[in-house]
């Protein structure tokens, strides 16, 4: 009998740029439709969610749109941080999921904006 590992929930605060693997517990405080650019397919939308700790812009694509609408609290599985214009969005993609959870009980935390740190990249060269 194989034991199942408890997944580890990060909050919102403890993210860094290009982490990988992420579950997290959010609410969706706002969320809007953006017309996607070039030969992107699908639907694509922008939502700010956070928890206790913060908040972040996530990026939600085809069926995940349905499921962001605001007020709902999210399951996010194997997230991931992207990195676009130097600040971080949360992403799930299709090795991840998005699941809508029954507790409204999560009060999120506007202030800390985590999508609004500027990040550099520095080459190293060894």
Excluded at 27 to 49: D, F, H, S, T, Y
Excluded at 70 to 85: E, H, R
Aim: hydrophobic residues 40%.
């Amino acid at each position: 009998m194989a034991d199942q590992k408890k997944k580890q929930f990060t909050k919102v605060n403890q993210l860094r740029p290009l982490d990988t693997g992420l579950n997290l517990t959010v609410k969706v405080v706002n969320a809007k439709m953006i017309a996607p650019r070039g030969r992107a397919q699908g639907r694509l939308a922008e939502c700010l969610v956070g928890d206790e700790t913060g908040i972040i812009i996530f990026t939600a694509r085809n069926d995940q749109v349905d499921l962001v609408k605001d007020g709902n609290t999210l399951v996010l599985s194997n997230a991931k941080i992207d990195m676009f214009k130097g600040s971080m969005r949360l992403a799930v993609d299709r090795s991840g999921r998005v699941e809508v959870s029954e507790s409204a009980s999560l009060s999120v935390k506007e202030d800390v904006n985590m999508s609004l740190i500027e990040f550099e990249r520095i080459d190293v060269v060894v």
